[in-house]
Nanobody, 125 residues
Framework: QVQLVESGGGLMQAGGSLRLSCAAS????????MGWFRQAPGKEREFVAH????????YYADSVKGRFIISRDNAKNTVYLQMNSLKPGDTAVYYC??????????????????WGQGTQVTVAS
């Protein structure tokens, strides 16, 4: 399994942008499909975005579609989440996660077997 470490969280005003990064250790990163999830206070962790190991396909939760962009750089063992037009409702701890190969259950947390520790994103109104 790869080890994942998120960074880039912080406090932002509504309407602003942040880019989260998730650095992976291990030479198998290019075989991992990756996802971002988030957990707001008092709520269940939810799917945000997914990118396949080839970066050929991306998927988004309806709540972030058109505002967030997931991308990856396999040469740097890093996956990114560009978050634009941030809203107070985006406030959460953001986690990156990964699994080997490709799955149709990319929004299901149980599909992923590697998780980062999370990074806090707070959006002020």
């Amino acid at each position: 399994q790869v080890q994942l470490v998120e960074s880039g969280g912080g406090l932002m005003q509504a309407g602003g942008s942040l880019r989260l990064s998730c650095a992976a250790s291990g030479r198998a990163f290019s075989t991992y499909s990756m996802g971002w999830f988030r957990q707001a206070p008092g709520k269940e962790r939810e799917f945000v975005a997914h990118i396949t190991w080839t970066a050929g396909s991306t998927y988004y939760a309806d709540s972030v579609k058109g505002r967030f962009i997931i991308s990856r750089d396999n040469a740097k063992n890093t996956v990114y989440l560009q978050m634009n037009s941030l809203k107070p409702g985006d406030t959460a701890v953001y986690y990156c996660a990964g699994y080997i190969g490709v799955s149709s259950r990319w929004s299901d947390q149980s599909t992923y077997n590697s998780w980062g520790q999370g990074t806090q994103v707070t959006v002020a109104s």
